[in-house]
């Protein structure tokens, strides 16, 4: 993997950034990032007969994936804010429009606030849609 | 329900519905899901679909004017799924019943 395909670096920085996002999934994702890394180290350093074309390029993005991931590790609220920063925003806020209340977590008080709601607008058709937040 | 349903929408979602009169949930566990389904009526019509592990996902409920929700979920005039699909079915539940 470390020769022939440096990609898996990239998927070990990729998982990472994505753990910035889905949240539950973090220690998942930098459990990945970590094998892959260790991993690449293995085959980068210490099989070399299985890496006849290690190039400058491929030690380059190992140790750049590696330092994203440890970045991420050690800071993963800078790095977050830093990809907030950089990236478009409305892929790390959870601002409903202009207008509405804002997002809410379901659970006993606030379904007892959608069942008031409900009935406040009693004289309205009400629809209710279930549906997938991706 | 899908794989990526890992955590709440973000504003990219929430901004598709800008209607003021709209209120967004992020249901984790599925609460409402349940309660829909647990509190399904037999007046209420039977979805054709959307049904995972006994969990509701990808449906529309239409309610009529009057109809409270009290400790159970008053029976839905439409309830069907998935939603990119009943936008028909939906146009002709929501409109006003004639004299």
Known sequence: MACCLPFGFAAAAGATGLSVVLAPLRPWMLAISGALLIFGLWQLYYRKAACRRRSRLTQAIFWVCAALVLAMVLMPQVVASLLADHLPSGLFSYNAPKGQPPLADLDSRSLARLQAEFNEARDEYRLIALLSPT | ?99
């Open chain 2, 1 to 99: 329900m899908l794989a990526t349903d890992l955590g709440a929408p973000t504003s990219l979602v929430l901004q598709r519905l800008k209607d003021l009169r709209v209120r967004q949930y992020w249901d984790p566990g599925h609460s409402l899901a349940q309660r829909l389904s647990a509190d399904a009526q037999p007046a209420q019509p039977k979805q054709h679909c959307c049904e995972q592990k006994g969990i509701l996902w990808d449906l529309a409920a239409v309610y009529p004017p009057g109809e409270l929700w009290t400790d159970r979920v008053p029976a839905a005039v439409y309830f069907d799924g998935p939603v990119v699909k009943q936008q028909a079915g939906l146009e002709e539940a929501l409109q006003p019943e004639k004299p």
